[in-house]
């Protein structure tokens, strides 16, 4: 059988159905044994095209539509009958009760969707949208969940090519408001191919995945890598998942699954969430890759989930590491299966400096960096001086900057950011273009390290420190303060940068913790590992910080409730000095 020359997704799944068209591509599970549904190739296509014609009736080829679905597989025929018509697709989320509709507006407004696509679970809801903004009764909406195969036969192939828009993939925005990144068929077929090709997935493979599918890694990896290489993906709930840690590792086992992804938050949940009873039927020595990506990658993580699942089968070899973002469409560097990461002990002292120093002196005080891997394909990493634009020397630690044909096409609308993120050129030579990831990192045996956001960077004393190293110092003081609720800034008083650390607590400890002990115990933690003087400690209740909507810590939003005074406190330590900071020339952390 002659294979048609893949230039789109389209292309794809094309082939798919023709060639397996009753394969199981999709399953998605309600817990660890319930599957609620399935999607073949051949099923997949037909809602697609049903779909798209709808889309082709009501519309024009190129308008954008807004993805609204609960998780499930409903969000893949969507995506898919947005592409069929030859349409951008908008992944989105639909706002929890009571939740903001900010990001939803923000990104309705920005992308100019003329449709939204939803399920008959939710199609109730759209009424409290609409009522909350004029701009959502201006949608054209359909409940795709009730558009019958039937309609198939009234599809148009679309007249599009690789360059044709695939979807606006919306940043989580941790420094700003977020922005549509464009990306096309081919940045999706390329970034599929490179996560292909360095996890060593084919057909044989069996992909599990919990991961919001309104966001790259979701997308991506979850849903778009297994229709590449043709292989079964297994899908759950992200709130499933945060409710029963344990039933992701289950599915694993249970369907012997090969690769699987997650946060960092991910994998330390599972081990705060496991007994060891639990692990009777547990089998994991079949996932030969768990990437770990989209949060800093902790070298304590990988320790202990190793050690807490190693009599259950998984090997710490399996972890692979890996960093990226939206503008590169996903990946732009990770661990190769089946190698094993690298970790590298760096002075702390030189980090502050903006130096990579492997420690070797066991007296001076160090911290462990993971390594992320490096590129596959023909993607480029380059360590750029941020002030210069000139390359980094080597262990030196810049700017993180990215090129190849994964790099997206820049923000839909926004010429301005377009210019200022993805079209930077270096000073010396002039060679460019290049995505500016505002990730700072250096790299070593060609693996790239990642320490640090350059706008999230502290600068006190003249001394460079990551907030996320003082966060964890933070963190692990004390049991009744959550896990990757923290943020550390620093704000501007009396002229001087000075340190200051918002942190959730339990919920369980309430008003049973001794506020006044556990902001002694943190400042002392800080000023041991750290050599730091903090300035205020604002404990928080539970499941108040601000976060994106992938779970990022937006620590410069957090800076601004500081200041005025609009955090959740559980108790206030602030002075009365505090108040001439909301008057001072605060300058950005």
């Not at 993180?400 to 377009?418: C, D, H, K």
């Not at 933690?525 to 604002?538: G, M, N, P, S, T």
Request: with cysteine.
């Amino acid at each position: 059988m002659r294979k048609v020359a893949l230039s789109t997704l389209l292309d794809l799944l094309h082939q798919r159905a023709t060639e397996n068209p009753d394969q199981e591509a999709y399953t998605f599970l309600q817990d660890d044994v319930t599957v609620s549904g399935s999607l073949s190739y051949q099923d997949l296509l037909q809602q697609s095209q049903a779909i798209a014609a709808q889309l082709q009736q009501l519309g024009s080829p190129g308008q954008r539509v807004l993805l609204l679905y609960p998780p499930g597989l409903d969000f893949i025929s969507g995506f898919c009958g947005c592409l069929a018509a030859g349409m951008i697709a908008v992944p989105a989320y639909p706002p929890r009760p009571n939740q903001s509709l900010n990001r939803l507006q923000s990104i309705l407004r920005d992308a100019e969707a003329t449709f939204a696509l939803t399920t008959r679970a939710l199609w109730p809801k759209k009424a409290h949208w609409q009522d909350q903004d004029s701009n959502f009764a201006q949608l054209k909406w359909l409940d795709t969940s009730s558009i019958p195969n039937i309609y198939q036969k009234d599809w148009q192939p679309p007249k599009i090519n690789q360059d044709t828009l695939a979807l606006l993939q919306y940043t989580s925005g941790s420094t700003g408001n977020p922005k549509g990144v464009m990306v096309s068929h081919d940045n999706l077929l390329v970034n599929c191919r490179d996560l292909a090709q360095g996890w060593n997935q084919d057909r044989e493979s069996k992909i599990v995945s919990w991961l919001p599918t309104f966001h790259d890694l979701g997308l991506v990896y979850g849903i778009l890598t297994p229709l590449l290489v043709g292989c079964t993906c297994y899908l759950m709930s992200p709130i499933s998942f945060l409710l029963k840690p344990l039933n992701w590792l289950k599915i694993i086992s249970r369907y012997q699954a090969t690769h699987s992804a997650a946060p960092n938050f991910g994998y330390d949940l599972c081990v705060r969430k496991f007994k060891p009873e639990q692990g009777k039927e547990l089998d994991l020595k079949n996932w030969k890759m768990a990437l770990n990506g989209a949060q800093p990658v902790r070298a304590e993580t990988i320790e202990r989930f190793s050690q807490t699942f190693a009599p259950y089968g998984f090997k710490r070899q399996a972890f692979s590491p890996g960093y990226g973002l939206a503008e590169a469409t996903l990946k732009v560097a990770a661990v190769r299966q089946p190698d094993a990461p690298m970790f590298l002990e760096i002075e702390s002292a030189a980090l502050s400096e903006n130096r990579a120093v492997i420690a070797e002196n066991r007296y001076l005080k160090s911290q462990t960096l993971v390594g992320c891997g490096d590129s596959e394909i023909d993607t480029k990493i380059q360590i750029i001086n941020p002030k210069s634009l000139t390359p980094c020397k080597p262990m030196e630690i810049g700017e993180i900057w990215v090129s190849g044909t994964t790099v997206a096409q820049g923000y839909w609308n926004n010429p301005e950011a377009t210019a200022e993120t993805f079209q930077a050129y270096l000073r010396d030579t002039g060679e460019g273009p290049f995505i500016r990831t505002g990730d700072l990192g250096f790299l070593y045996k060609g693996q790239l390290f990642v320490t640090g956001r350059l706008k999230d960077l502290i600068i006190i004393e003249g001394r460079n420190h990551y907030p996320q190293d003082i966060e964890l110092t933070v963190e692990n003081n004390h049991p009744a303060l959550r896990s990757g609720c923290s943020a550390a800034f620093s704000v501007l008083e009396k002229g001087e940068e000075r340190l200051v650390v918002v942190q959730e607590v339990e919920r369980s400890y309430g008003c049973n913790l001794e506020l006044a002990t556990v902001k002694q115990k943190i400042r002392e933690a800080v000023a041991v590992e750290h050599d730091l003087r903090l300035y205020q400690i604002a404990l928080i209740r539970h499941g108040t910080i601000s976060k994106t909507s992938s779970g990022k810590i937006q620590r410069q939003k957090c800076r601004q409730q500081f200041l005025n005074n609009q955090l959740n406190l559980l108790t206030s330590s602030r002075k009365s000095s505090e108040k001439k900071l909301q008057d001072a020339n605060i300058r950005t952390a």
